[in-house]
């Protein structure tokens, strides 16, 4: 496992790259999730005000 | 052509779109854990790079996806300009972000895959600083378009940007045969049998396959973001918002 974890002595580069990757596309999924959430709000609002429930 | 205005009403994609995304994430999550375990585990130490070759499966389909989402945006770009379809507009804007993020994803892997291998994180080589370009193009295009208040004329000026822009893609693809860069020049083609060990290349192929997929899913998601954004107060948006967010 540690052997695995040093990658031959290149466990920063592979780790920040694989990491940094994870982050990235975390970082994306959460903004995509927040910005639907925002989007939906919205249009729901609208949508009473126009048409009153 | 009436099927395709059909298609590309906001209305009629926007059920669509949502239905697709979760199958496209699910099937990038199943590639990815393989290719992961292929990249990571499974795959044997380069002979000349040691384990910093690993990084490669992350680097080869980031750097893929920048160029291809680039070209699909500014595809849409020219449907847009000559079609006037909305929903090309929104298209065009949903790549936009996912392309800038692998974009940003191949010039931060290369840089680490680069130190061990070159001993540079950067060097202002044809291949590294056109890539580069592209960050900033995307960025461009997302800065110009929050930029301009008025919808319409915010997506004109960014479907120009976007086809303008294009002009870049050929240069980085082609720059490490027409420039003597340090960048090394393509081991997959078309044309010639790849210079890499099979499971190498069947676990970077299947990462390609993930980040493609991804790329679908989250455009497809972001699209209704940007529908529902757009398209606020319309008739037809009645029956989506009512009840519970989905």
């Known amino acids: ?3 695995w974890l040093a990658m031959g002595g290149y466990g920063g ?3 920040g790259a694989y ?3 994870v982050i990235a596309i975390g970082a994306e999924c959460i903004a995509l999730v927040r910005r639907r959430r925002r989007a939906f709000a919205r249009a729901r609002a609208e949508a009473e005000v126009n048409h009153g429930d | 052509m009436r099927w395709l205005y059909r298609y590309a009403s906001p209305a009629t994609f926007y059920p669509v779109a949502g239905a697709l995304a979760p199958w496209f994430f699910v099937a990038a ?3 990815g854990a393989a290719g992961l375990y292929i990249g990571l585990i499974a795959a044997p130490t380069d002979f000349q790079q040691g384990d910093a070759y690993r990084i490669i499966y992350i680097h080869v389909p980031a750097a893929w996806m920048s160029m ?3 070209v699909v945006m500014a595809a ?3 449907l847009f300009l000559s079609l006037n379809t909305r929903l090309s507009a929104m298209m065009m804007s949903a790549l936009a972000p996912t392309g800038a993020m692998f974009t940003f994803l191949a010039l931060w892997t290369g840089a680490l895959w680069g130190r061990p291998t070159w001993g540079a994180y950067w060097v202002w080589d044809a291949r590294l600083t056109s890539e580069l370009i592209l960050l900033f193009l995307y960025l461009g295009f997302m800065a110009l378009q929050a930029a301009i208040e008025d919808p319409r004329r915010a997506d004109r000026a960014a479907a ?3 086809i303008v822009g294009v002009v870049n893609v050929p240069i980085i693809y082609f720059s490490v045969q027409w420039w003597n860069t340090l960048h090394q020049g393509a081991s997959v083609s078309l044309t010639a049998s790849p210079k890499m060990a099979r499971i190498m290349l069947t676990g970077m192929l299947i990462m390609s396959l993930a980040a493609w997929l991804y790329a679908i899913g989250a455009s497809l998601l972001r699209v209704r973001a940007i529908i529902l954004e757009r398209e606020a107060g ?3 948006l009645q029956g989506h918002v009512d009840g519970k967010a989905r």
Do not use: D, N
């Open chain 2, 76 to 78: 849409y770009g020219v």
């Open chain 2, 234 to 236: 319309a008739e037809w």
């Open chain 2, 68 to 70: 291809f989402i680039y």
């Open chain 1, 13 to 15: 580069y592979v780790w």
């Open chain 2, 29 to 31: 999550a199943l590639l």
């Open chain 2, 160 to 162: 120009l940007l976007a």
């Open chain 1, 1 to 3: 496992m540690m052997e």
């Open chain 1, 19 to 21: 990491g940094v990757a």
